[in-house]
């Protein structure tokens, strides 16, 4: 009888012991979204950069063309960088030969080496070039405290010969790629990659869809909203922001575009009169047409702050 106990008493423990092995472990993975023939959208989650999730808490995209991949971005890390190849070696085998970086952030641009390495050409503006350089130091320190040991092995490399003007069109594996700068925006040097036969625009950090934008020192609010104003030009029926799910322009001005509106028709004026700081946020604290956005509680009060300081007094 002992024995039989004991027997299941093991059974028992060894059935606990699997299920904790066959318990899912999340792994992080991006997952293509398809947006038009050989065109996809890799969306990052909304949340922060975290360990967990490579730092790739945005979007990023590739176009399959008939002679290789054109990639949009390219990470955080090289171990970011090889995720993003396995989400491409979802759909093709081509090889990755072309990666534009369209914004400054690290997260559009630190996984470069990886492909690189494998003969892929870097395609960057040069005003794109500066704003990586001015801020990789700091760049690269935030995400090492982030990524801890996923960071290791991750070399910044810019791209080589990037472009004086700011505008750039490209024919590559017979698709039109058409790069360009709009105006400072979040960060001074971001740009937009239109493809102009699908319709699609990545607009990088200029939109956020879902999620509150965000304003810092760098993100002069006047410019961002005329940069805004250009893209809406733009002939896109498919916006893929920085940051959320892809949309239309219609999304892209109800998300950010009314969003820098309303900092730059309130904020500023008030900033450029010395109306007091707190009596401002007090003023514009509650803004019902925003509360949809992702973040609005944590970030709104402190983007109001962020605009008045950029225009106190000026
Ligand atoms: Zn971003």
Redesign the pocket.
């Known amino acids: 009888m002992a024995s039989l106990h004991a027997l299941l008493n093991t059974f028992t423990l060894l059935l606990g012991m699997l299920a904790i092995t066959l318990s899912p472990v999340q792994a992080f993975e991006l997952i293509p979204q398809k947006l038009a023939d050989g065109v996809y959208a890799l969306i990052g989650p909304t949340n922060n950069r975290t360990y967990e999730n490579h730092a790739l808490n945005?979007n990023l995209g590739f176009v399959v063309t008939r002679s290789g991949v054109a990639l949009i971005d390219s990470g955080a890390s090289r171990q970011g960088a090889a995720l993003i190849e396995a989400a491409v070696r979802s759909v093709t085998d081509l090889p990755i030969r072309w990666v534009f970086n369209i914004?400054v952030?690290d997260?559009?641009w630190l996984g470069n080496a990886y492909f690189a390495d494998q003969g892929a050409r870097i395609i960057a503006l040069q005003r794109t070039v500066n704003g990586q350089k001015h801020y990789a130091d700091n760049h690269v320190a935030l995400l090492q405290n982030v990524l801890k040991d996923r960071f290791e092995g991750t070399t910044p490399l810019t791209a080589p010969a990037p472009m004086r003007a700011d505008f750039a069109e490209f024919e590559l594996g017979g698709m039109a790629f058409q790069l360009r700068w709009l105006g400072d925006a979040?960060y001074r040097g971001d740009a937009v990659l239109l493809l102009p036969h699908a319709g699609v625009l990545f607009a990088g950090?200029i939109v956020f869809h879902d999620r509150m934008l965000g304003v810092w020192p760098h993100s002069p609010v006047d410019a961002w909203r005329d940069s805004f104003r250009m893209m809406e030009q733009l002939p896109a029926k498919i916006v893929v922001p920085?940051?959320g799910n892809p949309g239309d322009l219609a999304k892209a001005r109800h998300d950010t575009g009314n969003y820098l509106d309303f900092l730059a028709d309130n904020v500023i004026p008030a900033a450029r009169d010395w109306e007091p700081l707190d009596a401002v946020t007090e003023r514009l604290a509650d803004q019902p047409q925003f509360h949809h956005l992702q973040h609005y509680d944590g970030w709104h009060k402190r983007n109001i702050n962020q605009t008045y300081i950029q225009f106190e007094g000026k």
């Open positions: 945005n914004g952030q997260h559009r979040h950090d920085g940051h």
